[in-house]
T-cell receptor, first 114, second 112 residues
Framework: AQSVTQLGSHVSVSEGALVLLRCNYS??????LFWYVQYPNQGLQLLLK??????LVKGINGFEAEFKKSETSFHLTKPSAHMSDAAEYFC????????????FGAGTRLAVHP | DSGVTQTPKHLITATGQRVTLRCSPR?????VYWYQQSLDQGLQFLIQ???????AKGNILERFSAQQFPDLHSELNLSSLELGDSALYFC???????????FGEGSRLTVL
């Protein structure tokens, strides 16, 4: 069965610093992987997705993620954090059972301080 | 704006009551998914419909039920409500072949 583990429920960075949010997955088939962001009192918004094309995926708001099969990882990065990046981030894997059901990690809350 | 509409945005009710949450998917999307988000359980998949038919079931309680109508909107019915059912309920829709879900803003249910 597919699963996702996000290391670190809370991450705090300074404005302008590198953002690194970790995600490891378990999948019995080649995975489709996603990162979503949730701002307070809002729904989830897609940041980026990996669908077996390029291993380095660029998303919105300057975020990118690299798929590493050998490490079963899909970590999310951004070179320079902005105050507006403060939110909760979720990594997800598409279920192998088909029909596009996504299985989400527990989430990482990112705080950005001046 | 994702194009997925959920109503109501907020709902406060008492234990033992029944509520209905409504979702309108993005234009053209045939799949609808329901998720529950709570502090202790995180984002849990409840159920999925595709073009009116149930396709996948997750951790959905027997007190909960859902359906998708011919116009593709979906409703999630929660009955015999308990305090622990207080959560944010999300609806999402997708084009089946893409694997990307578009989420509504959620319905926040508070059971007192």
């Amino acid at each position: 069965a597919q699963s996702v583990t996000q290391l670190g429920s809370h991450v705090s960075v300074s404005e302008g610093a590198l953002v690194l949010l970790r995600c490891n997955y378990s999948s019995s088939v080649p995975p489709y992987l996603f990162w979503y962001v949730q701002y307070p009192n809002q729904g989830l918004q897609l940041l980026l997705k990996y669908t077996s094309a390029a291993t380095l995926v660029k998303g919105i708001n300057g975020f990118e993620a690299e798929f590493k099969k050998s490490e079963t990882s899909f970590h999310l990065t951004k070179p320079s954090a902005h105050m507006s990046d403060a939110a909760e981030y979720f990594c997800a894997v598409r279920s192998a059972g088909g029909y596009n059901k996504l299985i989400f990690g527990a989430g990482t809350r990112l705080a950005v301080h001046p | 704006d994702s194009g997925v509409t959920q109503t109501p945005k907020h709902l406060i009710t008492a234990t033992g009551q029944r509520v209905t949450l409504r979702c309108s998917p993005r234009s053209g999307d045939l799949s609808v998914y329901w998720y529950q988000q709570s502090l202790d359980q995180g984002l849990q998949f409840l159920i999925q419909y595709y073009n009116g038919e149930e396709r996948a079931k997750g951790n959905i309680l027997e007190r909960f039920s859902a359906q998708q109508f011919p116009d593709l909107h979906s409703e999630l019915n929660l009955s015999s409500l308990e305090l622990g059912d207080s959560a944010l309920y999300f609806c999402a829709s997708s084009v089946a072949s893409e694997g990307e879900l578009f989420f509504g803003e959620g319905s926040r249910l508070t059971v007192l």
